[in-house]
């Protein structure tokens, strides 16, 4: 049974974007920053 908090996560438009952010981490297309003034 799913939480019903939590449905947003198993639609098509999540999960597409799921699938865009994994095929970003696996080329290499992320920064990390050690602040959050770097990130800004």
């Given amino acids: 049974m ?3 908090c939590q ?3 198993w639609t098509k438009e ?3 974007a799921e ?3 994994s095929a ?3 080329a290499g297309r992320v920064k ?3 602040t959050v ?3 800004f």
């Fill in 2 to 4: 799913m939480d019903k």
């Fill in 7 to 9: 449905a947003y996560f």
């Fill in 14 to 16: 999540w999960q597409e």
């Fill in 19 to 21: 699938r865009e952010a």
């Fill in 24 to 26: 970003d981490i696996k």
């Fill in 32 to 34: 990390a920053f050690d």
């Fill in 37 to 39: 003034e770097e990130l």
